[in-house]
């Protein structure tokens, strides 16, 4: 049974009016906790942004306090200014990560466009190569903020990115018997389209909301490591059985991933569909998926379906899911759920939008 996902309360995040001008506030596309502070990127901008919690009786009841950070000040960008079309945020240790989508973009309809103009834009496929990148940042503990060298106790670390020269994930996977043949399909044709990352010691998964296999979704582990030529570089480390990805298989019953979040040896599944579709969000719970060491093929029974979340009819899209670092009355930690596209309900006072918190099951 899918347990029920009423909203325990809505929490505001409020955002600069540069942020708002650029849309990010309505185009949220990834989420994660750290500390009293919430990580968020939109899809339009080549940013990720801080924003830092504000508390009533201990319970945050929003973040503010909105801080961007540019990420071509701190890691070469194939195009400095374009966007990066962030999909997913992850923090370990002194590391914040953020990946691009991956993915190529078919040119959208306009309501003026006649009927040749309309084939013709449907027939343009567009790759922008800020889009191929994952990038590694570390978080300066003074500030709290990623820079491009921080001073640890083992030594420097830096700003590394992977992608951009031929090196993208995308691009190890040119001959995958699996991925290869939706590579130069758009991303909401059911081509390949990165939507979330987890990380979980060396080791970090980047899940697919397409393509959908018959069904199952994709899920690839890889483990970034520093370019022995350049402390700014990514390279993927091999791994035991050889090869340089493992690509996990998941029975979402025909969804995609959407986002993916570490949960202890679980992982917390966001899906939903893989095209330009309002469907079925639900959160599956892929249990000991962190100590997986082999390719697999992940059956319903190892992914319960923990959460149904609500979604609109062309809005309020499921985008974005954090564990948060509380706990109800009974004992139940939460969850917080951000969304692309909100609904009018959802944008607050001063520009402020609405995330959902919820109740997030055990095993």
Known sequence: MITPAPVVRQVALHFTEGSRAAATHVNLSAVRQDGPHLWVAGD??????????????????????????????????????????????????????????????????????????????????????????????????????????????????????????????????????????????????????????????????????????????????????????????????????????????LDLDGLGVRDLCPDGPDLLVLAGPSMSLSGPVRVHRWLDGCATDAPAVVRREQLPAVLQLAHGEGQDHAEGIAVLDETGPDGARRLLVVHDSPAADRHAEAGALLADVVDLPDR
Do not use: C
């Open 44 to 249: 339009e901008t080549a940013t990720l942004e801080r924003l830092t919690v504000r508390t009533t009786d201990g319970v945050a009841t929003g973040w503010s306090d909105q801080h961007s950070v540019r990420l071509a000040d701190l890691v070469e960008l194939p195009a400095a200014d374009d966007e990066v079309d962030v999909e997913g945020i992850a923090r370990q240790g002194p590391w914040l990560w953020a990946v691009g989508s991956h993915s190529l973009k078919r040119k959208r309809l306009r309501a003026g466009d006649d009927d040749a103009k309309a084939r013709r834009r449907l027939a343009k496929v567009v790759r922008e190569p800020n889009r191929f990148v994952l990038m590694r940042l570390p978080v300066d503990p003074a500030t709290g903020l990623p820079a491009r060298r921080v001073a640890g106790p083992d030594g420097v670390l830096t700003a590394a990115v992977l992608g951009g020269r031929g090196d993208a994930l995308t691009d190890e996977m040119a001959r995958d018997p699996l991925l290869a043949p939706f590579l130069s399909i758009p991303s909401k044709d059911n081509g390949v389209d990165v939507e979330g990352i987890a990380v979980h010691g060396d080791r970090l998964y980047v899940g697919f909301r397409g393509p959908v296999l018959r069904g199952w979704a994709v899920v690839a582990e890889v483990w970034p490591e520093t370019s022995p030529g350049d402390p700014h570089r990514l390279r993927l480390r091999e791994l035991p059985e050889g090869g340089r990805y493992r690509l996990h298989l």
